[in-house]
């Protein structure tokens, strides 16, 4: 199994507790500049972006969760870093509870952002995959990018999720598919009961990729748990409510 040198940001205070931020895939790190403001008052903020996403190398395929939480784990282990907190969204979120099942003291408290126990079955990923393999990663863009906003989002902000769009194009294709095939039969139910670090799940009130039954399934699942829905946003909450996301995780990483 290779592990692959992400690309990863440091910010805030050199000495300050870690909090380790993961993306969705299809976005890289700079989705969160919303959090960045708060969490590095009290943290230092490490920021990866995916295999195939910003400047982290794209292998072939194909890949697995455990694959993608190794890379994760080799990073914090070259920077020395021994526990730290995690936020994680969507995808980045299905990390986390690997890496809180199988490497418990890795990780003092975690917030899953848009997360589920398993991929909803309609999502079909293994057919955006096929897609993206034979006529490009263009092909899927809107299919893909669209549930991330509302469309009051995309109304009344049009630029920013036109550079989410233009982010989206930029990712490797052969990587972004084999991440689909990786996600398209993710199941992590048996893995939940195995997490014993606080937990935060947030759902947005208007996700349609990850309805927020879903999150609440991941939260009942998870033994020291708090469950948040936000309202006025899409899959992206923390980019379209970042106050209230804000919130929440300042919180939660207070303990």
Avoid: K
């Amino acid at each position: 199994m290779a592990l692959i040198p992400l690309q990863y940001r440091l910010d805030g205070p050199r000495h300050a507790p870690v909090v380790l931020l993961v993306p969705p895939f299809g976005t890289r790190m700079s989705v969160w500049e919303p959090q960045i403001p708060e969490l590095t008052r009290d943290h230092q903020v490490l920021r990866i972006n995916h295999r195939g996403h910003g400047f982290s190398p794209a292998p072939e395929g194909p890949y697995s969760v455990e694959d993608m939480a190794l890379d994760i784990l080799r990073l914090l282990e070259e920077r020395g870093f021994t526990r730290v907190s995690a936020v994680g969204a969507g995808f980045g979120a299905a990390l986390l509870v690997w890496i809180a099942a199988n490497s418990p003291r890795t990780l003092e408290r975690i917030a899953l952002l848009a997360a589920a126990p398993r991929t909803p079955r309609p999502h079909r990923w293994d057919r955006v995959a096929a897609r993206v393999r034979e006529s490009g990663i263009e092909s899927v863009a809107s299919d893909v990018v669209l549930p991330w906003f509302t469309p009051d989002m995309a109304e009344d902000h049009p630029d920013v999720t036109e550079r989410f769009s233009e982010d989206f194009l930029r990712t490797d294709a052969g990587a972004f598919a084999a991440i689909c095939d990786a996600v398209a039969d993710m199941d992590q139910r048996h893995l939940a009961s195995a997490v014993r670090v606080p937990t935060l799940v947030v759902s947005a009130a208007h996700d349609a990729l990850v309805p927020p039954g879903h999150g609440r399934r991941l939260a009942d699942g998870i033994a020291d748990t708090r469950f948040e829905v936000v309202s006025g946003a899409a899959h992206l909450l923390g980019v379209e409510r970042a106050e209230r996301v804000n919130e929440l995780l300042v919180d939660h990483l207070a303990g």
